[in-house]
């Protein structure tokens, strides 16, 4: 039976491999480079400048703007999705000089642990180098030889502070989004089968094509039941997250919304394979295949950017991409609707051709089961 199924064979085998080229393309740097920091220079001094500039230098981070002011620094790091912001003090340059150890504070996104590690190692590198070099030609300029000015140096203080998450609490970081692998999991599985498994039995012309040729009341009638059985499913996951004493979404609302359109995509790509592959097993593979790397590689626990294009791309077209992302900022950042915009976005365009597609497939599908029939009759 095992050897001579194919559809076993090829997943037995080729899933491996697949699994393995697509985890080596996403950590096979071992360390994230670039992340997004942004600094707010209050001193505007050619010290300062020089202080972007070895961040900028450091190629575990990435100066993406540089501010003259910012009043919230939680709203500057979720509007430019920052993993640190540096913030210099006015009057640095002059306090430098008058050797009044200038401090510098550091805030530092600990929603991920992982990113906020490397961003902080790589921040205090920058700086550390700086300080230690400013401090040392302060002590030559006061007749002190270099070897001593070495041996003396004393780099200026830097005050890091911990913004979301300051606990670091992996319980609250991972448990969410694992909750949500599971859901679309169980959404996928579910559609896998609600088109290819009656086309497999040959019922789908029976049951569909005689009662209506419309292809929107075929996807509604498949989409449909998903949508009311997921309401009981949201509400248990949000009775656990009060029961395990998780994170608490601070606008429910909000919560619901995103989570309809990430149902409703979620259901609308199952519709769209089932329609397309007319084998319920084959069907089930497919969107397993599909779906099993989506926590890996949507960007929650590492960064997007730092994948290979392929990667990105199949990240991009899974609803729990966009989902997760918008409800980690929703949930750990209490961010706003206009600050997830791009991520409900992604959402609603997956919603648009994912409906699209099911529409012709389904049309096709009724079409060529139409044709069965009438040549059985």
Same mark, same amino acid.
């Given at each position: 039976?095992?050897?001579?199924?194919?559809?076993?064979?090829?997943?037995?085998?080729?899933?491996?491999?697949?699994?393995?080229?697509?985890?080596?393309?996403?950590?096979?740097?071992?360390?994230?480079?670039?992340?997004?920091?942004?600094?707010?220079?209050?001193?505007?001094?050619?010290?300062?400048?020089?202080?972007?500039?070895?961040?900028?230098?450091?190629?575990?981070?990435?100066?993406?703007?540089?501010?003259?002011?910012?009043?919230?620094?939680?709203?500057?790091?979720?509007?430019?999705?920052?993993?640190?912001?540096?913030?210099?003090?006015?009057?640095?340059?002059?306090?430098?000089?008058?050797?009044?150890?200038?401090?510098?504070?550091?805030?530092?996104?600990?929603?991920?642990?992982?990113?906020? =590690? #490397?961003?902080?190692? /790589?921040?205090?590198?920058?700086?550390?180098?700086?300080?230690? $070099?400013?401090? !040392?030609?302060? %002590?030559?300029?006061?007749?002190?030889?270099?070897?001593?000015?070495?041996?003396?140096?004393?780099?200026?203080?830097?005050?890091?502070?911990?913004?979301?998450?300051?606990?670091?609490?992996?319980?609250?970081?991972?448990?969410?989004?694992?909750?949500?692998?599971?859901?679309?999991?169980?959404?996928?599985?579910?559609?896998?089968?609600?088109?290819?498994?009656?086309?497999?039995?040959?019922?789908?012309?029976?049951?569909?094509?005689?009662?209506?040729?419309?292809?929107?009341?075929?996807?509604?009638?498949?989409?449909?039941?998903?949508?009311?059985?997921?309401?009981?499913?949201?509400?248990?996951?949000?009775?656990?997250?009060?029961?395990?004493?998780?994170?608490?979404?601070?606008?429910?609302? =909000? #919560?619901?919304?995103? /989570?309809?359109?990430?149902?409703?995509?979620?259901?609308?790509? $199952?519709?769209? !394979?089932?329609? %397309?592959?007319?084998?319920?097993?084959?069907?089930?593979?497919?969107?397993?295949?599909?779906?099993?790397?989506?926590?890996?590689?949507?960007?929650?626990?590492?960064?997007?950017?730092?994948?290979?294009?392929?990667?990105?791309?199949?990240?991009?077209?899974?609803?729990?991409?966009?989902?997760?992302?918008?409800?980690?900022?929703?949930?750990?950042?209490?961010?706003?609707?206009?600050?997830?915009?791009?991520?409900?976005?992604?959402?609603?365009?997956?919603?648009?051709?994912?409906?699209?597609?099911?529409?012709?497939?389904?049309?096709?599908?009724?079409?060529?089961?139409?044709?069965?029939?009438?040549?059985?009759?």
């Amino acid at each position: 039976m095992f050897f001579t199924n194919t559809t076993l064979l090829m997943t037995f085998f080729l899933a491996p491999v697949i699994y393995a080229v697509m985890l080596a393309s996403v950590y096979k740097s071992g360390k994230t480079t670039e992340l997004p920091v942004v600094v707010v220079d209050r001193d505007n001094s050619p010290m300062s400048a020089q202080v972007i500039e070895m961040l900028n230098d450091n190629e575990g981070i990435d100066v993406i703007k540089v501010l003259a002011e910012s009043n919230n620094v939680q709203s500057e790091m979720i509007e430019r999705q920052a993993t640190a912001i540096i913030v210099i003090p006015d009057r640095f340059e002059a306090d430098v000089l008058t050797a009044k150890h200038p401090e510098m504070m550091i805030y530092v996104n600990t929603v991920n642990m992982l990113t906020a =590690n #490397f961003a902080s190692k /790589s921040v205090q590198a920058s700086l550390g180098t700086l300080s230690a $070099g400013i401090e !040392i030609k302060g %002590l030559q300029k006061k007749g002190m030889p270099g070897y001593s000015a070495v041996d003396k140096y004393e780099p200026f203080k830097q005050n890091y502070v911990r913004v979301f998450n300051e606990t670091g609490n992996y319980f609250s970081f991972m448990w969410p989004p694992m909750m949500a692998v599971v859901f679309q999991q169980v959404i996928l599985l579910a559609m896998a089968v609600s088109i290819a498994y009656e086309v497999e039995k040959n019922t789908f012309g029976i049951g569909i094509v005689k009662k209506t040729k419309s292809a929107l009341s075929t996807v509604f009638v498949k989409v449909f039941p998903l949508w009311v059985l997921s309401v009981p499913v949201i509400l248990i996951f949000y009775g656990f997250h009060h029961f395990f004493n998780a994170p608490i979404p601070a606008h429910p609302m =909000n #919560f619901i919304g995103i /989570s309809a359109l990430f149902i409703v995509s979620a259901t609308l790509l $199952g519709t769209v !394979i089932s329609a %397309l592959i007319p084998n319920a097993l084959k069907a089930t593979q497919i969107l397993m295949l599909m779906s099993a790397p989506g926590f890996i590689i949507g960007g929650y626990t590492w960064p997007t950017f730092a994948m290979a294009k392929p990667i990105q791309l199949l990240a991009d077209i899974l609803p729990l991409t966009p989902f997760v992302n918008a409800f980690k900022l929703l949930l750990m950042e209490e961010a706003s609707v206009h600050q997830v915009q791009p991520y409900l976005l992604q959402l609603v365009i997956q919603i648009a051709c994912y409906f699209v597609l099911s529409l012709l497939l389904v049309k096709w599908r009724i079409k060529k089961e139409e044709k069965v029939l009438l040549a059985k009759n």
